[in-house]
């Protein structure tokens, strides 16, 4: 079974931080690029960063200069690092992954998405 098992969202207060994980599951052989999105209530679901095998990245202008994405190959896994959070950062986190399975064929697949909630 193709998973992306995501983990770190809860509740913060503005100014604070989270660190999400997306961990692939051992049916996937190998993650290449690799992303997050989120949606809020009412909105479009929308990128946030993403990050290539070789760790190229890409962040929404709203994400630049406070989040942080990143990966370790060997475990296949990648993070989002959020510092500095506002309330309209509330939103569920979805990571994305374009994957390699064992049988060679590469999957498009999606977490089961994490909420973040920045109040005070």
């Known amino acids: 079974q193709v998973q992306l098992v995501e983990s770190g969202g809860g509740l913060v207060q503005p100014g604070g931080s989270l660190r999400l994980s997306c961990a692939a599951s051992r049916s996937i052989f190998r993650v290449n690029t690799g992303a997050w999105y989120r949606q809020a209530p009412g909105k479009q679901r929308e990128l946030v960063a993403d990050i290539t095998r070789g760790g190229t990245t890409n962040y929404a202008d709203s994400a630049k200069g406070r989040f942080t994405i990143s990966r370790d190959n060997s475990k296949n896994t990648v993070y989002l690092q959020m510092n500095s959070l506002k309330p309209e950062d509330t939103a569920v986190y979805y990571c994305?992954?374009?994957?390699?399975?064992?049988?060679?064929?590469?999957?498009?697949?999606w977490g089961q998405g994490t909420q973040v909630t920045v109040s005070s």
């Open positions: 994305n992954a374009n994957v390699v399975l064992y049988s060679a064929s590469t999957v498009n697949a």
